[in-house]
C-alpha cells in the first residue's frame, strides 16, 4: 500500500487516524476527545484509542497502530490454535483451520487498517473459549466492550455458556457491563452520550424514521453469506454444540443490531469465531457434512477476497484526500475553526480545532442527527456559535437525502476531483460570504506543493 500512498504509510480508512487524533490531543493537551479542552466520547474503541497513546508520546502513532494490529492478528491465531487444542483437534487440521482464518477473516487485511477489530477478534474468542469450557474469565470480559461495543455480544453468550454456574454467568455478565457503564458515565459528565458517539450515528439510530429491523434487512442484504453460514453451522452443531451455539448467536446479534461490511471489518470478529467454530466440529463429522463445511469456507471467501483487494485503492484515496486536506490545514493557524465531517488525518496532521459536522467530534450536532432535526439551518447556527468561516466537505454533505447542505452565508470556493471519488461527491471548500477570496489564495498557494500523483484544486 505504501506505493499507492507516494511510498508513506497510511491507512485504508479515515477511522484509524481518529484514534491518533484523540491520542495526539491527549498527549499534548491532556483532552481525551477530537478538539484539545472538549473532552467527550469520540472512539468507539477506548482499549485502542490507550494503547495508542504510548506510540503518540514516543512520536510514533501511525507505526504503533500499524504493529499493534500485527500483533492482534498474531494473538487470534494464538487464541484459536489453543482453542482448538482444547478440543482435540489434531496437528493437521489444526493447521488447516489456522490457514482458513488468515484467509477468510482476512487476518492480513484487518492488520493493515491499524484498528481495533483483531484485537476484538482476539478477546472474543479467548473469552468465548474458556466459557465453552465452562469457565469464566472477568479481565477478557471487561476489556471486550472497551474494544468495541460489539463485545458485549460476545459477553452476553459467554454468560449464557456459563447459566449452568450462576455466580461465574453473574460476574462475567457484570465484568462486561461495569467499565463500559463506567467509562459511559463520564462521558455524559462531560455532555455526551452513554456509549460511544461513532457507534449511535453508525447504528442506523441516526436515522430515527427507520424501523428497527431495517439494519438487519440491510445487513442480510449486504452479507447473504453469514445468514448462510450460521445456518451451516446450525447443521454442524452435533460435534460441537457449544461452539456452535457460541458462533451463530454472535453472528445472529451482529447481523441484527450491529453493522457489516465497509471492508469487511465489523463482522471479522465472526467470522473467526465461526471458522474456529467448524474446525472444533470437523473430527467427529462425516464426509457430507465436511462437504458443508468446505461450503462454508466458500461462502465466506468472496468478501475476504473483495476486503483485500479494495484496500490499495482505499489507501490511495484515504492518501490523496485525507491527508494532503490534513497538510492543507496545517498551514493554517493553530486553534483556527474549521468546519468538516473528516475528524481522523486532517485532526491529526494539524492544529486546527474542528467542527465536526458529522457530530463525532461535535456533542450538539450528534444530538442534532440522532434527532433528526440537523438541517441547513442548524449547519448555519452551530458555525456561527464556533466562529469557522472555512468548511470542508464531500459532496453527499450538500443536500437531501445524504446530508443537511450549507446554510445561506456560504459559498462553494473550490471542489477537489478525485478518480476515485464520484463527480457529486467529491470534496467541497465553502467560504463564509466576505471570506471567498482570503481561502482562494490560500488554495492557490497551497496546492503547488501537491504529489504529483495528487490532481489540483479546481473551480466549482
Known amino acids: 500500500m505504501r506505493a499507492a500512498c507516494g511510498g508513506e504509510l497510511c491507512f485504508p480508512l479515515d477511522d484509524a487516524w481518529i484514534h491518533l487524533a484523540i491520542a495526539r490531543n491527549l498527549v499534548e493537551h491532556g483532552t ?56 482435540g483437534l489434531a496437528a493437521a487440521p ?15 487485511a484487518m492488520a493493515l487498517l491499524g484498528m481495533e477489530h483483531l484485537l476484538h477478534a482476539a478477546l472474543a474468542l479467548g473469552l468465548l473459549s474458556l466459557a465453552v469450557q465452562g469457565r469464566s474469565a472477568l479481565p477478557l470480559a471487561a476489556l471486550l466492550p472497551l474494544a468495541r461495543p ?96 457460541a458462533a451463530t448467536a454472535c453472528l445472529g446479534l451482529q447481523l441484527g443490531l450491529a453493522r457489516v461490511g465497509w471492508l469487511s471489518r465489523y463482522e471479522a470478529w465472526t467470522v473467526a ?48 484526500m485525507h491527508v494532503q486536506l490534513g497538510r492543507f490545514l496545517s498551514t493554517l493557524p493553530p486553534g483556527t475553526a474549521v468546519g468538516g465531517t473528516e475528524a481522523g488525518a486532517p485532526v491529526y496532521l494539524s492544529s486546527v480545532r474542528l467542527v465536526d459536522l458529522a457530530g463525532l467530534g461535535h456533542a450538539e450536532v450528534a444530538r442534532q442527527r440522532l434527532a433528526g432535526t440537523f438541517d441547513a439551518d442548524a449547519v448555519g447556527r452551530v458555525l456561527d456559535a464556533e466562529g469557522a468561516d472555512l468548511v470542508t ?23 477537489w476531483p478525485d478518480p476515485g471519488i464520484p463527480a457529486d461527491s467529491q470534496l467541497g471548500f465553502w467560504a463564509r460570504q466576505g471570506q471567498e477570496e482570503g481561502v482562494r489564495e490560500r488554495l492557490r498557494a497551497w496546492q503547488g506543493t501537491l504529489p504529483g500523483s495528487v490532481r489540483p484544486i479546481a473551480p466549482p
Open 32 to 87: 481525551w476527545g477530537l478538539v484539545p479542552g472538549v473532552p467527550g466520547g469520540s472512539t468507539t474503541s477506548p482499549l485502542w484509542t490507550a494503547l495508542i497513546v504510548p506510540w503518540q508520546a514516543a512520536g510514533r502513532g501511525p507505526e504503533g497502530a500499524l504493529g499493534m494490529g500485527l500483533l492482534s492478528g498474531a494473538l487470534l491465531l494464538a487464541a484459536a490454535d489453543r482453542a482448538l487444542r482444547v478440543e
Open 94 to 108: 489444526r493447521l488447516f483451520t489456522l490457514i482458513a482464518l488468515v484467509l477468510l477473516v482476512p487476518v492480513p
Open 150 to 245: 460489539e463485545g458485549l455480544f460476545a459477553v452476553a453468550v459467554a454468560g449464557v455458556l456459563l447459566r449452568h454456574r450462576p455466580a461465574a454467568a453473574l460476574g462475567t455478565l457484570a465484568a462486561g457491563l461495569v467499565p463500559l457503564g463506567l467509562y459511559g458515565a463520564w462521558s455524559v459528565a462531560q455532555g455526551w452520550f452513554w456509549l460511544p458517539a461513532p457507534a449511535l450515528l453508525k447504528s442506523g439510530l441516526a436515522q430515527p424514521d427507520a424501523a428497527p429491523w431495517d439494519r438487519a434487512l440491510d445487513n442480510l442484504r449486504a452479507a447473504p453469506a453469514l445468514a448462510l453460514a450460521a445456518l451451516a453451522l446450525l447443521a454442524l452443531g452435533r460435534r460441537s454444540p457449544r461452539w456452535s451455539l
Open 273 to 320: 469465531l465461526t471458522v474456529v467454530a467448524a474446525g472444533a466440529a470437523w473430527p467427529g463429522l462425516g464426509r457430507l457434512p465436511r462437504l458443508l463445511a468446505l461450503a462454508l469456507a466458500l461462502l465466506l471467501a468472496p468478501r475476504a477476497w473483495r476486503a483485500s483487494a479494495e484496500q490499495p485503492d482505499r489507501a490511495a484515496m484515504t492518501w490523496r
Open 393 to 415: 466537505v464531500f459532496g453527499w454533505f450538500d443536500g437531501p437525502p445524504h446530508g443537511p447542505g450549507m446554510p445561506p452565508g456560504w459559498t462553494l470556493v473550490a471542489r
